[in-house]
């Protein structure tokens, strides 16, 4: 079994961290059965960027990192409080962690400037949220990454995208590298995506 951190900062966006537990979900029931998705978070309760609240599974101090296979962190809104969160040094000792084992790493949206903020985009290509009206390329730009202005970027093991609506796609491309093409195609049918 292939175990998946779903790490949740206080006001992240529930739809990019759904399609995380449901694509995952959906291959642990009608896949090859080989993923299990834990949310983790820094608080008891986690409010979303809508009002929406959220309990996670388990609080970080209470799981071992050795313990999980992948990384899966959607974004959220600086007004929500997101990026107290994703910033703080909890946060960015997890990212390290998992960039320095060289195990999977997926971002949504500006889920990647904490990535950026954590030191390990230097010199690597990604992207986050790329509206004409947002800065936020220009910020992953000052992290030291190389920003590709393209939907989903993928460099090595780490999965970046561009804005909510790329969600389902990086959560595929998640499955596809824990498990193979054949499965994620066979989990996209299922799901109606083919």
């Known amino acids: 079994m292939k175990k998946i951190l779903l790490l949740l900062a206080n006001g992240f966006e529930a739809v990019e961290a759904s399609v995380f537990t449901d694509v995952l979900g959906w291959n642990k029931w009608e ?37 999980f296979d992948a990384l899966a962190i959607p974004g959220g809104f600086e007004e929500a409080g997101f990026y107290d969160d994703a910033f703080s040094e909890a946060f960015q000792q997890v990212i390290r962690h998992f960039n320095e ?5 997926a971002t949504i949206c500006v ?3 904490a990535l950026g903020h954590s030191g390990i985009l230097q010199n690597k290509m990604a992207t986050t949220y790329n509206h004409p009206t947002s800065k936020r390329l220009g910020q992953l730009q000052s992290y ?3 920003v590709i ?21 990086v959560a595929f491309h998640l499955l596809e590298m ?14 109606g995506f083919k």
């Not at 299990?36 to 809508?50: A, S």
């Not at 824990?178 to 799901?191: D, G």
């Open 178 to 191: 824990l498990t193979s093409i054949p499965n994620t195609l066979k989990v996209k049918e299922l799901m």
């Open 149 to 169: 202005n393209e939907r989903i970027v993928c460099t090595e093991h780490i999965i970046t995208s561009s804005n909510p609506g790329t969600a389902f796609d």
């Open 144 to 146: 030291g990454a190389e």
């Open 31 to 67: 896949g090859d059965g080989t993923t299990e998705v834990v949310t983790v978070g820094l608080h008891n309760k986690l409010q979303c960027t809508w009002n929406f609240q959220v309990t996670p599974e388990k609080l970080l101090h209470e799981i071992a990192l050795e313990d």
């Open 101 to 105: 084992h060289k195990k999977p790493i």
């Open 111 to 113: 889920a990647s400037l």
